[in-house]
């Protein structure tokens, strides 16, 4: 199932979003609203927060933003998704999804996005 608009649309749209996080100096912008990560992705989660399986898009002002989304739906993100950096996480397993909001930097030191 493909993207319902151009990848250069959505592409366009976390660009505009990044612009404004640098304007506001602001680090990170964290979006688990459904409508709104379609809105930037192009990815509609059909599990969500509801469900207790949120799909949760990180886009730091600087860099590539990350889809973290329930392993069951991280193909279909894949495939929908405008964003190259698909973080899927499974039920159960350690901290689940939370931990996928740290990152490795260049030190290989956690912090967190």
Request: charged letters at 25%; one cysteine or more.
């Amino acid at each position: 199932m493909p993207a319902l608009l151009s990848a250069s649309t959505y592409i366009h749209r976390v660009s505009a979003l990044q612009r404004r996080l640098k304007d506001e100096d602001v680090d990170v912008a964290v979006i688990c609203d459904p409508d709104s990560v379609c809105y930037f992705t192009g990815f509609w989660n059909y599990l969500g927060t509801e469900f207790g399986r949120p799909t949760i898009l990180v886009v730091p002002r600087a860099e590539a933003p990350a889809l973290i989304t329930p392993l069951m739906e991280s193909e279909m993100a894949r495939r929908m998704s405008a964003v190259e950096d698909i973080r899927p996480w499974a039920d159960g397993v350690e901290n689940e999804w939370r931990c996928l909001l740290y990152t490795s930097d260049a030190a290989d030191d956690l912090t967190r996005v």
